[in-house]
């Protein structure tokens, strides 16, 4: 059998035009940091290592240890100082990012190892790490389009859903890209959108 966390993992489904809070439980991500424009090479050269490990993690997992899994999409924590850079005028030169990929608690340190090592020419190999992002309580929305048109439904969430819901922003805003990128047409992009938060009061 082939594990699918995307569909044993309630916080990889969203809905269009809807806000919903879900509780996010501990998952671990190959992680790799950045700052700036995601049309940037930077960004490029993580994209192009952060898979490679994922799919040689994924291929000693199913040989090694006969479990066999769906790697994962692609995800990234996006922030900024100013947090209005991403929902008015959207200066990309001002994004702090790390992207992310999750990977089954199954997998062991000495697998990651044997991945980075036969992942070495990768162009950001050197940058990848393994984190635990414990995100608790979120709200996110499924945003169909292209990424810069994301804006509205962020300022929604930002300015109008969570505080009119007694809640507060606490973590990083999360974006999950369940489409192939290289493969769907910009207007039919399938992204979550997810912030995590806490009690206003609190």
Known sequence: MK??????????????????????????????DG??????????????????????????????LDRDYVVMPLEALWWSDDMSAFTTGRDKSKWDWTALNMIP?????DLVD?????????????KVRIETLAEGRCVQSLHI?????????????HDEYIPDHGLRMTGKHHEIYLSDLRRTDPSKLRTILRQPVTDAAD
């Open 3 to 32: 594990t699918d966390f995307k569909k044993e993992i309630r916080a990889y489904t969203a809905r269009r035009g809807a806000f919903d809070v879900v509780d996010v439980p501990p998952l671990r991500y190959l992680m790799i």
């Open 35 to 64: 700052h700036g424009d995601p049309n940037a090479q930077e960004y490029a050269d993580a994209i192009s290592t952060i898979f490679p490990v994922a799919y040689k993690l994924k291929f000693l997992s199913k040989k090694e």
């Open 105 to 109: 608690d199954w997998i062991t340190e």
């Open 114 to 126: 044997r991945a980075l090592a036969a992942a070495e020419d990768a162009p950001a190999i050197r």
């Open 145 to 157: 389009g292209p990424f810069d048109e994301e804006g509205p439904v962020l300022a929604r969430l």
